[in-house]
């Protein structure tokens, strides 16, 4: 009888219709697959029971996460070979649809042969990491609970991944240089199309560590109220306000954007916040942060964007995204995005795509994590650590393939007299 790995490839070839781009190595020590390809490792079985009862990308996710299934060899090089088989290859590739694929005798043939590979075919429990999947329903309750998943992992933890900064969006490379100086950079482009002055106010939402209220307060003198559900965001944001002497304007605190009632602001800024609003409550979101600002004051919303469908009703929610990473999470079309802010009553002003930036900025976050591999395993648990290198690593070529990108929409609340308060030449960021 042929080997493991030998049996495997030629299953998957069978299935896929294709030949398999990467080499297989087996339980039992063989290999097989085209030379030089990236390597994955199929450590037990289990990983195959897994993807048998959950096929595509949730299967392997599952023995991925669980540690059943590696990859040996350059992260990215691999995940481009099997992404290229989950998402780029044609259900009815050469006329051949699924249906009639199930009804092929070889077909047949090489899922009988992957049953017996499987052995006893029970399935798996999921890896405690997972959330199980349920309708997006985005209550006060249900938010909080799918940001304490993705946030609360440790403050220790995301400082390894995200460096001194505790930014986690997307930086702004300007010129090179460091993960630090480009995160400083962002921070800063945000403020200067926010118009920043001594004196104002500013509601940072969805805060995080405080990063954006730190450099705002610091740096333009502005007053800011920074908004988390995390407990422990909000634990390290305020001492970092602390330390930096800024307590006297900068408040960091544990609240839904929907019960924040003490405007109006002059400014308000939403980092990657929006993902996690839902489409069902997104012209809500809007018409919120609408109604905290004075007028004339205006919103720079930071916001990672999907490309849009031929038929918009089709979308589903990335199944491993949801499942491990961003609980709830939706992703809109960015057109889509500014319709409802101006729906909402937002004159929008300046639309900027950072795509390229986000790219870079997902690989330094991976490099960081690699850089430190056991001590992120002891600080979040292998099942996490491996989690958060996938999800970083797979996104960084979901931006550069332009599968997924990001923006900056800044948007006014303009005043009656239509009198915008901006530069005539905004992309200068001198207002």
């Not at 089709?314 to 079309?333: Q, T």
Request: glycine share 10%.
């Amino acid at each position: 009888m042929a080997d493991a790995a030998s049996r495997l490839v030629s299953v998957a070839e069978q299935l896929l219709g294709v030949p398999l781009p990467v080499r297989i190595r087996a339980w039992d020590g063989s290999q097989a697959g085209p030379p030089g390809a990236p390597v994955i490792v199929v450590r037990n079985r289990r990983a195959l029971r897994r993807m048998l009862f959950k096929p595509g990308e949730l299967g392997l996710a599952r023995a991925w996460v669980s540690g059943d299934l590696d990859i040996e060899g350059d992260l990215y090089t691999a995940l481009d070979a099997v992404a290229a088989l989950l998402w780029e290859h044609d259900d009815d590739a050469d006329g051949r649809s699924l249906a009639g694929a199930v009804r092929d005798p070889a077909t047949r043939a090489a899922v009988r042969e992957l049953i017996r590979l499987v052995g006893p075919p029970l399935p798996p429990a999921p890896p405690r990491e997972e959330v199980r999947r349920r309708r997006h329903l985005h209550t006060r309750r249900t938010d909080k609970r799918a940001i304490s998943h993705h946030y609360d992992v440790g403050n220790d933890f995301y400082g390894l991944v995200l460096g001194p900064s505790m930014v986690y969006s997307c930086a702004y490379w300007e010129d090179g240089g460091s993960l630090e100086t480009a995160q400083r950079d962002k921070l800063e482009l945000v403020c200067k199309k926010l118009g920043l002055k001594p004196g104002q106010r500013l509601l940072d939402v969805g805060c995080g560590w405080g990063s954006m209220a730190i450099h705002a307060a610091r740096e333009h003198g502005v007053s800011a109220v920074g908004i988390t559900l995390s407990q422990e965001q909000a634990a390290l944001a305020r001492k970092r306000v602390a330390d930096e002497g800024l307590t006297d304007r900068v408040e960091i605190r544990v609240q839904d954007y929907r019960d924040v009632r003490d405007g109006p602001y002059d400014a308000i800024s939403s980092i990657g916040m929006a993902e996690h609003v839902g489409a069902d409550r997104y012209l809500d979101y809007a018409r919120d942060l609408y109604d905290l600002l004075k007028p004339g004051g205006r919103l720079l919303n930071h916001q990672i964007a999907r490309r849009p469908q031929r038929d918009e009703t089709a979308y589903e929610v990335d199944a491993f995204i949801d499942s491990y990473v961003f609980p709830d999470g939706e992703l809109a079309p960015v057109g889509t995005t500014v319709t409802m802010l101006e729906r909402a009553g937002f004159e929008v002003r300046d639309v900027e795509s950072l795509r390229e930036h986000y790219a870079g900025t997902l690989r330094a976050w991976v490099t960081n994590l690699e850089g430190s591999w056991e001590r992120a395993m002891r600080l979040a648990g292998p099942g996490r650590a491996r989690v958060w290198r996938l999800y970083m690593a797979a996104s960084a070529l979901a931006f550069e393939r332009n599968q997924i990108g990001v923006n900056q929409v800044l948007a006014l609340r303009t005043p009656e007299s239509g009198a915008s308060g901006l530069p005539a030449r905004t992309r200068l960021w001198k207002a």
